[in-house]
């Protein structure tokens, strides 16, 4: 997947800190990545589901929209944090970020999953 790739070495660097809610900047960092990594599993799951849910004619059209919000989260949650890149807790702020995001993407494909797809 494109944010695995993209997000990988961020992840890695933070990869030495044990998450310690409160706790140093790494730890909350580490707390932050952990939580934006279980959200993101979460959400692909829900993707998946909702992927076998729908007709074979409608499954290009969430898998369109759900590539073009990946994209979009990954660079709205670049750009909403560019003015804390230099500090230590940027990752922490990122990874937050990303995890609000797919929390409102839950809510859309929630939607696909009962309502079918938008009109």
Known sequence: MV????LSPLS??????DCVSG?????TNA???????????DNQ???GDV???????????????QNEWTRDRNLLCKKSQAAFEAQADWPRRFHECL?????AR????????HQGPPQ
Request: net charge positive.
């Open 106 to 113: 839950d809510g859309v494909l929630k939607q696909w999953l």
């Open 23 to 27: 706790g140093t900047v790494a730890q």
């Open 51 to 65: 992927m076998r849910a729908l007709s074979a004619h409608e499954r290009p059209a969430l898998r369109k929209e």
């Open 12 to 17: 890695h660097a933070q990869a030495g800190a």
């Open 31 to 41: 707390c932050a990545i952990k939580r934006f990594q279980q959200a993101d599993t």
């Open 3 to 6: 944010l695995t790739a993209f």
């Open 99 to 103: 995890a609000q995001q797919i929390q």
């Open 45 to 47: 799951i829900l993707y």
